[in-house]
């Protein structure tokens, strides 16, 4: 005996279900197998030869009634996780500001480690942005998020900002005059000159 | 006769012995003993003995300076004799000093003699008891006559005897025999005997008339008893008097001899061992041939005559010296030819024999230049595949080369497993010529001071080709000789050969110039771009910088009427740059002073003379100009300016105008000093002057980039030093596109002074390609080692105290010593005396720059100033390498099927 739940969340609010799809190898006495017959005749036809069909009573419905209203507390629930996602670059921040102070400006493994790596996360979390925010959606949890995908970027932006510092700091930056020197096209001569001593 | 080989008299040198460069190098006379040979040198100064077997300097002497040691009083002239009665004996005269030295070493004695500007010792006369000095007096035109004590120096005796010539003309017209004076006075020999003894005291004068005016003297033989003198008069014909003492008597009897006429030859006589007679050997140089007529003197005739002739391997000139010598019967000539040859021929019954010959030019260089090597048949195909614009050909091309290419790479193999040894010489001369991958190996052309022009290979230092040029005379740069060579077409164009022009004067009249263009690989002629006489007399001349026709450069010349000219004509709008205003600057050694010149370039002007018009004139007054420096045609200029410890710029001062003066003079305190300036030649303003007191010359210099570096001797510290100096335009840059000298810049000078560890022969700085390679300077020094110095050391930033700035620059504390190492020099032992220039060359790899020395010897090697950054260590481990990659591969494919099964297995679990 199979039986399918199929949890399908276009006509009415689902319940929320740790589970997509379970298979129910128990055989029960009232099953309602009744409301899958217009969908599934092999099955109610296999069904039919062995057991017999119940009408399900007045009053009954399939669906389990929950004692709360969901709704309310999901709101409440994605603004807060939300949020905590959004502000977790920022609250990263002095922990790398603290590891780039740690690297010193010396150009050593650990620091060039470091500054490679304070370069890539940020750009990675920017370039997965929706997947960062994907976990509440997975939840169930949709609503209105710009404004913390845009909190998230800055906070990212942070610490783009702090990798630029301390490469800066390293020299690695060209913002000085030297750093463009070799790039410098030779000078055009505007007079020549040719002689030399006389020969008599 | 040709000219075999030798194996029976295999010729090389067994010993060397180099003596100074200067004056005191400079040998008098030789006199030759049986087992060693002493030489006198630096006007009779020193006198050494040197062993022929092993060339050990058994002894030296050297006079004591006279009273006077200003070196200015020097004169030029030296005689030394040997003894006639006492051959152990060398009597040397300079002007003030008389001294006595025997064979073995010992100082005999030594006088001064009366110095007085009037005063000129001239000739020197010895008997068995007096050394005599003859010395004119040029108030009372009277030749005194002193007689010195053979044993001890003492003044014997005096008189004196009327004399007609000033002294420069008895230097040069007259000689002395035994103890007569020949003078030629015209069209007549005057003979004058000078008696040997006190008692006698009666001068004989006798003259002998000749048709012509008298050209040469020259005493080929003298014994106590006979002399052979030739006399040459200027219709260039040679007579040959014998003289004979008579017997008891002060008297002389002469006689001409019968010789066979040659215009140009000359004579050599030995006294004959077994006859007691004497032997003449008359010498003369056709074209490539000489011819020997050898022949016994008796009495009035020539008897016995046997003559040889050579043909020479190449022409040679005419004879410059000849000496006959028969040594235990084998008859030996040796001969200096006029293009500096050495050679040596065997006279036997069956012939004359070539047995040694030896370009002694070579230590006479005074022009370089060096040429790339043409490309390879292959290499020019690339050039041609990427020659083509459409699309079509340049596909067309570029299949069809590629075909080439692979045809003759099947036809090499073949050719390899066919003949394999066949050809191997001739494939590798072939392949010699072909330029390397990163273009090392040059020909260096050289052009050497009589007139001789060498092609020689740098790999293997091998002579290629050489040409004398039988009518040259090369211009005066300064106290030093000079040939202007040039560029003409560079081995760039691979359509084309290259071509190299020589300007030089004429021997025979020096307002004749005469320009010859040949190619660099083989030495051949291009006729339509060589003239034997240019229409005017020429000032200067250079390079155009605009490409004319077939590739080729012209070369302009500053003719006395400050007219410019080409040749070969082109109006002068295409030989120069029309854009580019062009300045020409002059030094005038008579003024002293340069005089600027701007060139006005009509471009609808056919004819190609075109005046100048003087622009500037910086003239020099109490101090002489003795040398000027320009950068080096090939100096490349890479960054703008120098990273400093703040990472902010210091903009160097590259004035491509610029060049280095030299000047000497002695102040108002009587004190000598040496002033170096950089003037710029565009508007004659002094960029930088620096004057040094208690300095002496000679001075070297290199101007490179926005720095120079010079090298002196101080006279108060009796050292050699160097100052170093760079110009920088400062933290700003005044237009980063262009320079002009006309740019209101004020140039900042830092300025730091070095001592040397040894003194300077010649000093060059390396050249690469691209200039990004930091410079070395190569130093030649007297004890024959060529030292590279890291520019860095001389650099006048360097700080007295070093900050953390000057470290992150990479600058080095200033100390005032340059140390060498001897891992910085460049030769190992293989030295290199009396080092007159260096020739630095870039090559196709950045990292290398080639250095040539020439002077006495010649030296070629690579440096590689910023060690090999662009190259693989000769000991880089190929094979690890190779292994390594294999085993990698083979290993990854191998964990990579392991790492599979691993991945199965685990599945399963």
Redesign the interface.
């Known amino acids: 005996m199979t039986s399918q739940h199929s949890t399908t969340n276009t006509s009415t609010r689902p319940t929320p279900s740790r589970r997509k799809w379970f298979i129910d190898f128990q055989v029960r006495r009232n099953d309602r197998l009744s409301v899958t017959t217009n969908e599934n005749n092999t099955t109610v036809l296999a069904n039919t030869n062995s057991t017999k069909l119940l009408v399900s009573p007045l009053g009954f419905s399939e669906q389990r009634l929950s004692d709360l209203l969901t709704h309310e507390d999901d709101e409440h629930l994605l603004a807060r996780r939300s949020w905590d996602i959004a502000l977790q670059p920022i609250k990263q921040l002095p922990m790398n500001v603290v590891l780039a102070w740690m690297a010193g400006n010396s150009f050593s493994l650990m620091s060039i480690m470091i500054v490679v790596m304070l370069f890539m996360k940020p750009i990675q979390a920017i370039f997965s942005l929706s997947s960062a925010f994907s976990s509440l959606q997975q939840e169930g949890l949709v609503g209105n998020i710009w404004l913390h995908k845009i909190m998230y970027f800055l906070g990212n932006l942070t610490h783009l900002a702090l990798a630029l510092y301390k490469c800066q700091s390293m020299?690695l930056l060209p913002t000085?005059?030297?750093?463009w020197?070799?790039f410098?096209?030779?000078?055009?001569?505007?007079?020549?000159?040719?002689?030399?001593?006389?020969?008599? | 006769m040709t000219a075999i080989p030798s194996y029976l008299y295999y010729i090389e040198a067994r010993w060397r012995k180099v003596f100074e460069a200067n004056d005191y190098g400079k040998i008098d006379r030789i006199i030759w003993y049986d087992q060693e040979g002493v030489i006198v040198t630096g006007n009779g100064r020193r006198v050494r003995a040197l062993r022929y077997a092993d060339g050990l300097e058994v002894w030296q002497l050297a006079a004591t300076s006279g009273t006077n040691s200003n070196e200015e009083t020097i004169s030029k002239s030296c005689q030394v004799i040997k003894n006639r009665f006492d051959p152990g004996t060398i009597h040397i005269l300079n002007d003030d000093l008389l001294w006595s030295v025997s064979s073995y070493g010992e100082m005999l004695w030594s006088i001064e003699l009366p110095t007085k500007p009037t005063l000129k010792s001239l000739f020197l006369f010895s008997t068995s008891q007096y050394v005599i000095v003859t010395s004119l007096d040029s108030n009372s035109n009277k030749l005194q006559v002193t007689y010195y004590s053979k044993q001890n120096g003492a003044q014997a005796f005096s008189s004196s005897i009327p004399w007609s010539f000033n002294a420069k003309d008895s230097q040069s017209k007259c000689s002395t025999m035994n103890n007569i004076i020949l003078c030629a006075n015209n069209a007549e020999l005057s003979m004058i005997t000078i008696p040997t003894t006190i008692d006698d005291t009666n001068i004989n004068t006798r003259q002998i008339q000749f048709s012509n005016p008298i050209e040469q003297i020259r005493v080929l033989y003298e014994s106590n008893t006979r002399s052979i003198v030739s006399i040459k008069t200027d219709n260039a014909e040679t007579k040959v008097y014998q003289f004979n003492k008579k017997d008891s008597t002060n008297e002389w009897s002469y006689h001409e001899l019968n010789i066979q006429i040659k215009s140009n030859a000359f004579y050599s006589v030995v006294s004959d061992k077994n006859s007691g007679g004497q032997q003449i050997l008359e010498g003369s140089a056709s074209q490539q041939k000489l011819n020997f007529y050898l022949s016994t003197i008796s009495e009035q005739t020539l008897t016995n005559t046997r003559s040889y002739s050579i043909e020479l391997p190449e022409n040679m000139g005419d004879i410059e010296y000849l000496s006959y010598s028969n040594v235990k019967h084998t008859q030996f000539v040796t001969l200096r030819m006029q293009d500096a040859s050495l050679l040596v021929i065997k006279l036997a019954d069956n012939g004359a024999e070539l047995i040694l010959h030896r370009d002694e030019a070579l230590s006479s260089i005074i022009s370089v230049e060096a040429f790339d090597l043409s490309l390879s048949s292959g290499q020019m195909r690339i050039e041609d595949e990427f020659g083509g614009t459409e699309m079509f050909s340049m596909f067309v091309r570029r299949i069809s080369s590629q075909i080439s290419q692979l045809t003759s790479f099947v036809m090499r193999l073949m050719n390899m497993f066919t003949n394999a040894h066949a050809n191997r010489e001739y494939m590798d001369k072939q392949a010699a010529l072909v330029r390397d991958e990163f273009n090392l190996n040059k020909i260096l052309i050289v052009v050497t001071s009589v007139g001789k022009v060498f092609g020689i290979l740098t790999q293997s230092g091998g002579i290629l080709w050489k040409h004398y040029f039988t009518d040259f005379a090369p211009f005066e740069h300064f106290n030093t000789l000079q040939v202007p060579l040039f560029h003409i077409r560079s081995a760039a164009h691979y359509t084309h050969p290259p071509l190299a022009s020589i300007v030089y004067r004429d021997r025979n009249s020096l307002y004749e110039t005469h320009v010859r263009t040949f190619n660099p690989y083989t030495g051949d002629f291009e006729e339509s771009l060589s003239t034997s006489s240019l229409p005017h007399r020429i000032k200067r001349v250079f390079l155009s910088t605009q490409i004319v026709n077939d590739f080729c450069k012209v070369l302009l010349f500053v003719d006395a009427n400050n007219k410019i000219h080409t040749y070969p004509t082109v109006p002068l709008s295409r030989a120069l740059s029309t854009t580019t205003p062009t300045y020409i600057y002059l030094f005038d050694k008579a003024e002293q002073a340069f005089i600027g010149y701007y060139l006005t370039i009509n471009e609808n002007e056919q004819e190609s003379s075109t005046g100048l018009k003087e622009v500037w004139r910086v003239a020099f007054q109490n101090e002489q100009v003795i040398n000027i420096y320009t950068r080096l045609s090939s100096d490349r200029v890479h960054s703008a300016g120098i990273v400093l410890g703040d990472r902010s710029v210091l903009y160097k001062y590259t004035n491509p105008n610029l060049i280095a003066v030299v000047t000497e003079g002695i102040d108002y305190q009587k004190v000598p000093f040496v002033s170096i300036y950089l003037l710029d030649t565009v508007t004659g303003s002094l960029k930088l002057s620096h004057t040094h007191k208690r300095v002496k010359s000679p001075v070297h210099v290199v101007l490179a980039e926005n720095w120079i570096v010079y090298t002196y001797y101080n006279q108060r510290y009796r050292r050699y030093e160097a100052v170093s100096s760079s110009l920088f335009e400062g933290e700003a840059q005044y237009n980063y596109s262009s320079f002009s000298s006309f740019d209101p810049i004020e140039p900042v000078i830092q300025s730091k002074a070095y001592i040397l560890p040894y003194g300077v022969n010649a000093i060059q700085v390396t050249t690469t390609e691209k200039g990004i390679t930091s410079r070395d300077i190569i130093m030649a020094v007297p004890n024959g080692m060529l030292i590279e110095i890291p520019w860095m050391l001389f650099d006048p930033r360097r700080p007295f105290d070093l900050t953390s700035m000057d470290r992150e620059e990479g600058l080095i504390m200033y100390t005032p010593d340059i140390m060498v190492n001897f891992e910085s020099v460049i030769n190992y032992y293989k030295q290199v005396y009396n080092i007159r220039g260096i020739h630095t060359v870039s090559t196709g790899l950045e990292s290398t720059s080639v250095v040539f020395a020439y002077g006495l010897d010649m030296f070629f090697t690579r440096v590689f100033p910023s060690r090999l950054f662009d190259q693989l260590k000769d000991d880089f481990d190929f094979m690890f390498i190779g292994w390594s990659t294999v085993a990698f591969v083979v290993g990854s494919f191998i964990a990579k099927r392991y790492a599979a099964i691993h991945q199965t297995k685990k599945a399963w679990k």
Do not use: H, K, L, R
């Open positions: 020299g000085y005059n030297s750093d020197i070799a410098a096209d030779q000078q055009t001569q505007m007079e020549m000159s040719f002689g030399g001593v006389t020969y008599f």
